[in-house]
């Protein structure tokens, strides 16, 4: 592996591609040391994590998790489980974040009606602790405060807010974003054309 130019990697362990397919009983059917129990099902992910981490320096390295989402048919039995057992063999490479997504965005960003917290993983990972999905202004701030994560990641607000942390600290307006442009071809629209807050006054 060559690294050139980067901080640092994010390894995209979550949302139900090849890394959280391995990690997710409900999708994960192998019968080799890659399938089965809990510990065999997140031994590709592991593997993956310590051999960025011998490569570039655990420093560098992060990853992000989604033990509660189930996007393509990517579920769990037992998410809570999942997500403390990833957590805590992740400890032991000493990575300089976990990136985990929230359970809520299974039923829907911003809905509050949901009995499953990330606070386990939370209060088990020795490190960095960011915390996704459906955060606005408030939301971020109060999960910060309650010590519910010690970062908070904007996707779809930052996507149509250049100047994202701008905007919130003047409690501006946020522009709209368009999730119909959000996986198209075109390398222009609705990825570098919404407006900064100064060319809106």
Known sequence: MLFIGFDGVEIHGAHGYLIDQFMKDQVNNRTDQYGGSLENRCRFPLEIVEAVANEIGSDKVG???SPHVNYMESG???PEALGLYMVKSLNKYGIAYCH???P??????????????????RKA???????????DREDGNKAVEEDRGDLVAYGRLFLA????????ELHAP??????ETFYTHDPVVGYTDYPFLEDTA
């Not at 807010?161 to 919130?168: I, K, M, T, Y």
């Not at 946020?174 to 999730?179: F, H, M, P």
């Open 63 to 65: 990853i992000r998790l």
């Open 76 to 78: 769990d039995s037992d």
């Open 100 to 102: 985990m997504v929230e």
């Open 104 to 121: 809520r965005m299974k039923i829907g960003a911003g809905n509050t009606k949901f009995s499953e917290s990330l606070l386990p993983m």
């Open 125 to 135: 990972f020795n490190s960095t602790f960011i915390v996704a999905g459906g955060y």
């Open 161 to 168: 807010n250049p100047d994202l942390p701008r905007r919130f």
């Open 174 to 179: 946020l522009n709209k974003y368009n999730r």
